[in-house]
């Protein structure tokens, strides 16, 4: 089932995640609809709080950016990134690894806006599936910049948060208008506002 987007504005996107002490059938139903819901909007990444649950759960795929690669490692092991996606990942917790990279980010929670936002190139996330087994996943390129920042949101820091200063002050009428709307108790709806969003969306 598709949902609808949580935009900028609501105070769920500042609510921490609770953690996830049983995956059951809620959490498994929740996943499959996230990932159908990111698929939808041409994103390449949800987090929970972006469809109005605070949990430590988010959903990701990189499969179909091919100008942007990836590299990925699942407990050690080279793995090729579009195999393995989507990822389903619970509880996680990362490290950074390396030096930081500048790259465009947007989000689905902020319809038509973008910019450059610094990165740690690499990342290694720590997390479990729907299976609850434990994985180790070892992410570069764009695979680790899309799970820094779905880690961010299961935090409530969202990437407006580590944009230049000079840049969000330009931005500031058109998050005023978003926060404006998320009062009025408007959300992204994926399947009529496609145009909205692009590959670099998360």
């Known amino acids: 089932m598709i949902l609808s987007i949580v935009q900028y504005g609501d105070p769920i996107l500042r609510t921490k995640g609770k953690r996830i002490e049983k995956i059951d059938g809620h959490i498994r139903e929740l996943a499959a609809n996230m990932i159908e819901t990111m698929h939808a909007a041409h994103g390449v990444g949800l987090a929970a709080q972006q469809i109005g649950e605070a949990l430590q759960l988010t959903v990701i795929d990189v499969s179909q ?36 990279e500048m790259g465009v980010e947007g989000c689905l929670s902020f ?74 108790g408007k959300r992204i709806r994926p399947e009529e506002e496609q145009s909205l969003v692009t590959e670099t969306t998360l």
């Not at 740690?120 to 996943?137: M, P, R, Y």
């Not at 992410?139 to 944009?163: K, N, T």
Request: proline share 5%.
């Open 65 to 100: 950016v091919e100008d942007r690669p990836s590299t990925m490692k699942l407990n050690a092991k080279d793995v090729d990134p579009a195999i393995a996606m989507p990822l389903v990942l619970i509880n996680p917790e990362i490290e950074l690894r390396g030096r930081t």
């Open 111 to 184: 319809p038509e806006i973008s910019a450059d936002i610094a990165r740690s190139k690499s990342a290694i996330a720590h997390a479990q599936t729907l299976q609850g087994d434990n994985v180790e996943i070892e992410a570069g390129g764009l695979l680790s910049r899309v799970i820094q920042h779905e880690f961010d949101h299961l935090h409530g820091i969202l990437f407006i948060d580590r944009m230049n200063s000079a840049v969000k002050a330009a931005l500031s009428s058109r998050l005023k208008r978003l926060q404006n709307e998320s009062r009025r």
